[in-house]
C-alpha cells in the first residue's frame, strides 16, 4: 500500500495563500487527490490529477482559487492554494486511488490511501 505524508498546512490570513504537498513512496495509483474535513463533517472532494497525463478536476468552491499539480520525478503532488477564505479551514488529506473518472474520483469510498492530514486554517 502506498504511503502518503502531508506537509505544508498552517496558518494564513483572508486573502492570502498557502501551498500543501504530498509525498508518495512509490507511483501505485492512477489518481491522487486532495479531500478536506471540518468536524462534524464528512470528508469534501477538493482537486485531483492523474500521474499519467495531469488531467485535474476541481470542486466548485475552489475552481479558480486552487490548483493542484503532480511532480512525476518526486512522487509529490501539489496543492496551491490561493484568495483562501475563513470558509477553507479545514484537515486537508491527500489520497490515492485506481479510478480515474470524474465520476469516482469525487467520492471518498474510492480512494484506497490516505495520508494523516495537514490543518490549514484562515483567519478573517
Known amino acids: 500500500q502506498v504511503q502518503l505524508v502531508e506537509s505544508g498546512g498552517g496558518l494564513v490570513q483572508a486573502g492570502g495563500s498557502l501551498r500543501l504537498s504530498c509525498a508518495a513512496s512509490?507511483?501505485?495509483?492512477?489518481?491522487m487527490a486532495w479531500f478536506r474535513q471540518v468536524p462534524g463533517k464528512d470528508r469534501e472532494f477538493v482537486a485531483s490529477?492523474?500521474?499519467?497525463?495531469?488531467?485535474?478536476y476541481y470542486a466548485d468552491s475552489v475552481k479558480g482559487r486552487f490548483a493542484i499539480t503532480r511532480d512525476n520525478a518526486e512522487n509529490t503532488v501539489y496543492l496551491q492554494m490561493t484568495d483562501q477564505k475563513p470558509d477553507d479551514t479545514a484537515v486537508y488529506f491527500c489520497?490515492?486511488?485506481?479510478?480515474?473518472?470524474?465520476?469516482?474520483?469525487?467520492?471518498?469510498?474510492?480512494?484506497?490511501?490516505w495520508g494523516q492530514g495537514t490543518l490549514v486554517t484562515v483567519s478573517s
Open positions: 512509490q507511483r501505485a495509483y492512477i489518481t
Open positions: 489520497a490515492s486511488t485506481g479510478y480515474s473518472g470524474s465520476y469516482y474520483i469525487r467520492k471518498e469510498s474510492s480512494y484506497a490511501s
Open positions: 490529477v492523474r500521474w499519467t497525463d495531469g488531467v485535474t
